[in-house]
């Protein structure tokens, strides 16, 4: 299957479906447009869109075309993909990310649909979003402020209330994750040191776990002299890192189901545990990942009559 554009995107299965998230830059031109008044000037508007498609029951082909399931446009600044969390009915949570403002976190969707806008605040000093996942009843999603750290949860259907927990210093963004259960994060003033703590749980009684180098990414990338060590780092005790990867450069990464993959130039590996293995090797470079348990996907580049188009692929772990 084909998709338009060689965009940012990042991954997810989603139960029955696929899930990507997709950033890009619209540019759009009045002269080009028919019926557009005379002198209309160009302009720019920025999206990140979250698509979806079914997959058979056993997750080797596709049902139908690509949907657009929730769209976020701004003319404020571009977004990246950001944070893209599975429910696993099919829906996902969506969180991107910007340089210059707080992109709402959005949910998606209930039975008739309908998505729901859980966090949105349009200030110049505005919170900003770096990490969301779903309980199961709830979206719980970090954020930084004042150079301080909260976790949040917010009830889709407005039937609990909602909660704000300190977790203390502010982790950089892109060294803060979230689970169903919990949340991981390091410290900027002490990069190689995870912490992890399970929701709720009192933030001094964190559970740190030393790492090899200071942390790049989750999960976890270390910077090991001049390469790149990915680590796993599961919460079920005793809890510790174990390399799983290792390369020249931080490559894209997924997790899900208990399985990591990551896309490193055109191959493509994953593992339910234990070192990586190539799951696949690609025409072209691939610009996204997704796993879930022993399902692969990923979207790679390619050209269809000049062009550029991303494929999208399905595969499995052996």
Known sequence: MTVEGWHPRVLAFSGGSLLWTEAATVRV???????????GQRFDYYRAEVFRV??????????????????????????????????GDGG?????????????????????????????DGRADAPVT?????????????????????????????????TIEPTGPAAAPGLLALSREGVAWVDPADPATLRLRGAGSDPAGATSVALPGPALIFAVAVRVGARVALLRVD???????VRVWTGARVPRVALGGGSIAVADGRRVRASLSGPLRVTASGRRIVDAVGVDGRRVAWIERGTRRGARVGVVRLGRLR
């Open 130 to 162: 770096v990490g969301a996942a779903w309980t199961g009843t709830a979206v719980r999603f970090a954020q930084l402020s004042g150079g301080l750290q909260s976790l949040r949860t917010a009830d889709p259907a407005g039937l609990a209330p909602a």
């Open 92 to 120: 996902f949570v969506v969180a991107p990310e910007s340089r210059r403002f707080a992109p709402p976190v959005v949910w998606c969707c209930d039975a008739d649909g309908v998505e729901a806008v859980i966090e949105s």
């Open 54 to 87: 079914g997959l058979d029951r056993v997750s080797r082909r596709f049902t139908g075309s690509p949907e657009s399931a929730a769209a976020i446009r701004t003319s404020i600044a571009a977004m990246a993909p950001g944070t893209l969390s599975p429910t």
């Open 29 to 39: 031109d009045p002269a080009r447009i028919a019926g557009s008044p005379a002198g």
């Open 235 to 241: 919460e079920a005790a005793p809890v510790r890192a």
